[in-house]
């Protein structure tokens, strides 16, 4: 089966990156990367993250994962792989999220506030956004993130 990565880019809540488990393994992700303070299912003391778990149900534990320092480390190992780096961003070279035909690719999403780093946004094959037709300039970063999962899901079929 092709990979399929997702990279969580120093997303601060962990009810964010607990969605996003659950939200993963509904689309068949092989992986999630959490990268530099993004919060992890285990903390560094060995013990459960209690709200990443209550808002993973369980994928925490299903999905393979790792946490890494730097995004530097990151682009290493996805170009090692020999995948895209698709970023999910508004940004000037951004294209609307629309269908792709890669069957294996890694998607990064970035921190609720900043956005994902200058340098996985320099890294990235293609940036993506969702285009947005109401007043809110911005989705919450669980919602993006199963918006462009699906997207890119059902596209790679």
């Not at 009810?15 to 488990?21: A, P, T």
């Not at 956005?115 to 993006?144: H, R, T």
Request: proline letters at 4%; hydrophobic letters at 45%.
């Amino acid at each position: 089966m092709p990979k399929k990565i997702l990279l969580l880019d120093n997303i601060r809540s962990s009810e964010n990156v607990g969605s996003l488990f659950r939200t993963a393994d509904a689309f068949g992700i092989s992986e999630i990367i959490l990268i530099g303070i993004t919060p992890t299912p285990i903390d560094r003391f060995g013990r459960p993250n209690a709200k990443v778990a209550k808002t993973a149900l369980g994928a925490e534990k299903t999905i393979t994962w790792q946490s890494v320092g730097t995004a530097e480390e990151v682009v290493l190992y996805i170009r090692k792989q020999k995948l895209p780096l698709y970023v999910l961003e508004q940004d000037t070279k951004a294209i609307p999220l629309a269908k792709q035909k890669a069957q294996a690719w890694a998607l990064v999403l970035g921190n609720e506030v900043n956005g994902v780093s200058d340098y996985l946004l320099q890294q990235a094959d293609i940036i993506f956004e969702i285009p947005m037709q109401g007043e809110k300039e911005s989705l919450n970063v669980s919602v993006a993130g199963g918006i462009a999962l699906h997207q890119l899901v059902e596209s790679s079929k």
